[in-house]
T-cell receptor, first 114, second 115 residues
Framework: AQTVTQSQPEMSVQEAETVTLSCTYD???????LFWYKQPPSRQMILVIRQEAYKQQNATENRFSVNFQKAAKSFSLKISDSQLGDTAMYFC???????????FGTGTRLQVFP | ETGVTQSPTHLIKTRGQQVTLRCSSQSGHNTVSWYQQALGQGPQFIFQYYREEENGRGNFPPRFSGLQFPNYSSELNVNALELDDSALYLCASSLRELPGLNEQFFGPGTRLTVL
């Protein structure tokens, strides 16, 4: 079975601080892609960052970076210099090649406090 | 370039009824995927349409069906509604070029309540 586990239902962080959201996944496939999506209260899901499993280098997008540990099947998201606008649900997801089907975790609710 | 839109925003139905949800994909996108997001859960893949044909299906019964049209719009139909069908339904469009490299752009969703 292919599953995604997010063990932190809720997290909070003070503005300008750094926070790390955890994600583990299970698959026997070799070719896949990993994603972090953000879902603000307005509900529209937005892609935050993407990682190709065949790439060893961790992806970064401005204040967002990942720690991808393929052997451990771990894919955590680090948000630096947290901003109030980062408040949202964050979903970890992966996609098995060659499908375009996203498999999501249950999400982590992140609250950024001033 | 317009984003992905969905209609209606909210919908209330009763058990046994049928419902049609609509999605307008981003212009030029040839693929649409539908997801069901129950309260407090992550989205679950229902099915995907590529160039108007079903291209993969999740663990959902046949009473969940879909259509994709040449004008980038699509529909999700659910027959014989059950209470457990209450959820947020998301569509996501993408331009299928290479698997996995296609960013899926999500719509705001339709909140379906079944009484």
């Amino acid at each position: 079975a292919q599953t995604v586990t997010q063990s932190q239902p809720e997290m909070s962080v003070q503005e300008a601080e750094t926070v790390t959201l955890s994600c583990t996944y299970d698959t026997s496939e070799n070719n896949y892609y990993l994603f972090w999506y953000k879902q603000p209260p307005s509900r529209q899901m937005i892609l935050v960052i993407r990682q190709e499993a065949y790439k060893q280098q961790n992806a970064t997008e401005n204040r967002f970076s990942v720690n991808f540990q393929k052997a451990a099947k771990s894919f955590s998201l680090k948000i630096s210099d947290s901003q109030l606008g980062d408040t949202a649900m964050y979903f970890c997801a992966f996609m098995i090649e060659p499908t375009d089907k996203l498999i999501f975790g249950t999400g982590t609710r992140l609250q950024v406090f001033p | 370039e317009t984003g992905v839109t969905q209609s209606p925003t909210h919908l209330i139905k009763t058990r046994g009824q049928q419902v049609t949800l609509r999605c307008s994909s981003q212009s030029g996108h040839n693929t649409v995927s539908w997801y069901q997001q129950a309260l407090g859960q992550g989205p679950q893949f229902i099915f995907q349409y590529y160039r108007e044909e079903e291209n993969g299906r999740g663990n959902f019964p046949p009473r969940f069906s879909g259509l994709q049209f040449p004008n980038y719009s699509s529909e999700l139909n659910v027959n014989a509604l059950e209470l457990d069908d209450s959820a947020l339904y998301l569509c996501a469009s993408s331009l299928r070029e290479l698997p996995g490299l296609n960013e899926q752009f999500f719509g705001p969703g339709t909140r379906l309540t079944v009484l």
